[in-house]
T-cell receptor, first 114, second 117 residues
Framework: KAGVTQTPRYLIKTRGQQVTLSCSPISGHRSVSWYQQTPGQGLQFLFEYFSETQRNKGNFPGRFSGRQFSNSRSEMNVSTLELGDSALYLC?????????????FGPGTRLTVL | AQKVTQAQTEISVVEKEDVTLDCVYETRDTTYYLFWYKQPPSGELVFLIRRNSFDEQNEISGRYSWNFQKSTSSFNFTITASQVVDSAVYFCALSEAQGGGADGLTFGKGTHLIIQP
């Protein structure tokens, strides 16, 4: 079974731009969660999608948004990029419940904001 | 609010030594799940183990073993006869069932393990 895939792997953007990251979950997994990893703040939960609906959301500004498609693939969008948005963005998929089922992570997208 | 503490920022040992990574958690829930993940330099988080709060049995998987003690709110990870390939950052994480996943996985800051040949 293929693992979680994320595209692109690397991105360089400038302040003020917007960016869209993509995540394809493990086949059969319906829950997709997103995390931001920075050296200062560590791994922080962004949001979780299930059945095309945002089920949970972390403490991030509204510039961070996402969506999920009927095939469970998910995208996250960051608008009006700031230097502090430079991070590794990790996507994780789980069968149904993100809090009881194991979350399996993708390789991440490394975003650099200049 | 839930919290995970990994007090060891970095550990360096010589190959074949045993090493224990500490994890202490805080939660008000009676039902919760604990995880360990490994993050090699490539960046991907690799799942190692999941343990629910009702199962305090220790687990061994090859050179890896885990010690879960609810009395001390700890979930420690031991690597026996360490190898250079074990070098990575290891994260302990907590998920609270009663929260319905509202906070996702709560991660510790990670322990950078360096195995020297």
């Amino acid at each position: 079974k293929a693992g979680v895939t994320q595209t692109p792997r690397y991105l360089i953007k400038t302040r003020g731009q917007q960016v869209t990251l993509s995540c394809s979950p493990i086949s059969g997994h319906r829950s997709v969660s997103w995390y931001q990893q920075t050296p200062g703040q560590g791994l922080q939960f962004l949001f979780e999608y299930f059945s095309e609906t945002q089920r949970n959301k972390g403490n991030f500004p509204g510039r961070f948004s996402g969506r999920q498609f009927s095939n469970s693939r998910s995208e996250m969008n960051v608008s009006t990029l700031e230097l502090g948005d430079s991070a590794l963005y990790l996507c994780a998929s789980s069968l149904e419940d993100s809090y009881t089922d194991t979350q399996y992570f993708g390789p991440g997208t490394r975003l650099t904001v200049l | 609010a839930q919290k995970v503490t990994q007090a060891q920022t970095e550990i360096s040992v010589v190959e074949k030594e045993d090493v224990t990574l500490d994890c202490v958690y805080e939660t008000r829930d009676t039902t919760y799940y604990l995880f360990w993940y490994k993050q090699p330099p490539s960046g991907e988080l690799v799942f190692l183990i999941r343990r629910n709060s009702f199962d305090e049995q220790n687990e061994i998987s090859g050179r890896y073993s885990w010690n879960f003690q609810k009395s001390t709110s700890s979930f420690n990870f031991t690597i026996t006869a360490s190898q250079v390939v074990d070098s990575a950052v290891y994260f302990c994480a907590l998920s609270e069932a009663q929260g319905g996943g509202a906070d996702g996985l709560t991660f510790g800051k990670g322990t950078h393990l360096i195995i020297q040949p």
